[in-house]
């Protein structure tokens, strides 16, 4: 990411995209660090409910396991949208998707779901680095209400990297473990998420995000005018995600 202004502030018109090679380091650090966490889970804290409905820590970990193994490689990407999308009917595939994943790993016990997350997570980020022929292909996605579309491009760099991270973030508020952010790391996806976000509401603002996956970002008047905010990094972005309640232009969602 570029160094912040001489005022210690970011324009989020700075802020880089993600891209190959930085997205395949990303995407497997972030793998790494969600098994590591639910590697130091006791027997209770995998039973423990969170902010998704329905899902306790032992279903987020499936669910995580499912989308790590199932961008491996072409084959599983399309064997998982195929029967997703017949299973889904008129209702929203990624929610078929996700359903089948925690339903295709209930069974495992917990060693064995770690082993194959510890085996997918590096097979993953490389071959979402070298997935040329899928990155262009367009997917139609749900956002604030209104249909977009996105180029696979994204899902593979950003969404699939963010979704983790944020799993991570669900299961570290469930279970009261630290979520040790890194500015090198978790800083980076943030700054992308206040960057995306500023560009969706097109408005400005002046955001300063406490703790080490934070900072000060700036949009519009390089001034800082604008609706000024001051929050947790993290809960910012669990405010963006839907998993918090946001007013003005917190209101203003970013997929996860």
């Not at 660090?33 to 423990?48: P, Q, V």
């Not at 209702?91 to 089948?100: I, K, Q």
Request: hydrophobic share 40%; with cysteine; charged share 25%.
């Amino acid at each position: 990411m570029s160094a912040p202004s001489s005022q210690g502030r970011v324009h989020v018109e700075d802020v880089p995209e993600i891209a190959p090679p930085e997205s395949v380091r990303l995407a497997g650090t972030e793998t790494a660090r969600m098994h590591a966490l639910l590697a130091a889970l006791d027997a209770d804290e995998w039973r423990r409910p969170t902010d998704c409905p329905a899902w306790d820590v032992r279903a987020v970990a499936g669910h995580v396991l499912g989308m790590t193994e199932g961008f491996t490689s072409l084959r599983r990407m399309a064997t998982g949208m195929i029967t997703a999308t017949r299973r889904a009917g008129d209702g929203p595939v990624v929610d078929a998707l996700t359903a089948l994943q925690v339903e295709k790993n209930s069974a495992l016990e917990v060693p064995e779901l770690l082993r194959r997350m510890e085996v997918a997570g590096p097979a993953q980020a490389r071959w979402r680095g070298r997935a040329r022929l899928v990155r262009p292909m367009p997917s139609k996605e749900e956002v604030n209400g209104a249909t977009e579309t996105w180029r696979m491009a994204f899902i593979l760099d950003v969404i699939l990297t963010r979704d983790t991270w944020m799993h991570r973030v669900d299961v570290a508020y469930a279970t009261g473990r630290d979520l040790a952010p890194t500015p090198e790391h978790d800083g980076r996806l943030v700054a992308h998420v206040v960057a995306e976000w500023g560009r969706r509401h097109g408005r400005p603002f002046a955001l300063h995000l406490t703790g080490p996956a934070g900072g000060t970002f700036v949009q519009g008047d390089r001034s800082g005018r604008g609706e000024q905010i001051t929050l947790d990094a993290v809960e910012f972005c669990r405010t963006l995600s839907g998993r918090a309640q946001g007013q003005g232009l917190l209101a203003t969602e970013v997929p996860f």
